[in-house]
């Protein structure tokens, strides 16, 4: 198809380059811009590539012709080398061309269901990383994170409603793991004490209303 196109058009329209690269590992990705005419693409480039290399690797894989290319570079923000805890430098920036195209480009519509990309997944392991370097930006602040201030998430609001059910005596607790056996004289000494517990309680309750009882009668006589 390429060479199709390359022998219908007469070749490009500047002259091509004679380097020659044996296995690449460049990488290189078009950014999608919906703000730019169509006749203008953007690539994510190696810092080490030039104008030159755009030019020649958009003609030589696609047979897409380009009369103009711009590139520039954008910093990254000054970071810590380790975990944090080491001294200070900054990133090696990314490199970005765009090329004006002879022929134009549009990009398809963008599918409205994302469900075959797991972006449900995406998503959630995006909010986990944003929370964590949050978390790492407030400890290096000296701000320690307390669970008691931060904003109730859904696991901790049912775990509360749970445990205000118990409380409450609305719920039983229903242990739905079966322990080792080494561990069953403690659970029988366990329910021992509490039977022996709720009878001395029940005693107590039962002479309390007796003594109330008779307390009553000597005042009617």
Known sequence: MVRTLIKNTGGPSFKLGRKRVFFPEHVITFIRTDKQ???????????????????DYLWNLYGVDSVNVRSWLK???VSRKGSGAGSYYR???????????????????PPSDLEPWSNQLWETREEIREQQETMQT????????????????????F??????????????WEGHLELDSKWDYL???????KAAREAEEK???????????????????
């Open 37 to 55: 005419p169509p006749n203008w693409a953007t690539f994510h480039v190696p810092l080490r590539w030039n104008k030159f290399d755009l030019r």
């Open 75 to 77: 910093q990254k923000p």
């Open 91 to 109: 990133p090696l920036p990314d490199k970005y061309m765009t090329a004006e195209l002879t022929t134009p480009f549009v990009w398809p519509e």
């Open 138 to 157: 407030e400890r290096s602040r000296g701000n320690l994170p307390y669970p008691s201030k931060q904003p109730m998430d859904a696991q901790r609001r």
């Open 159 to 172: 775990l509360r409603d749970e445990a205000e059910a118990l409380l409450k005596g609305e719920k039983k």
């Open 187 to 193: 659970v029988k000494d366990a329910k021992a004490a």
């Open 203 to 221: 005693a107590k309750k039962g002479a309390r209303k007796a003594e109330a009882k008779a307390a009553k009668e000597k005042s009617t006589r």
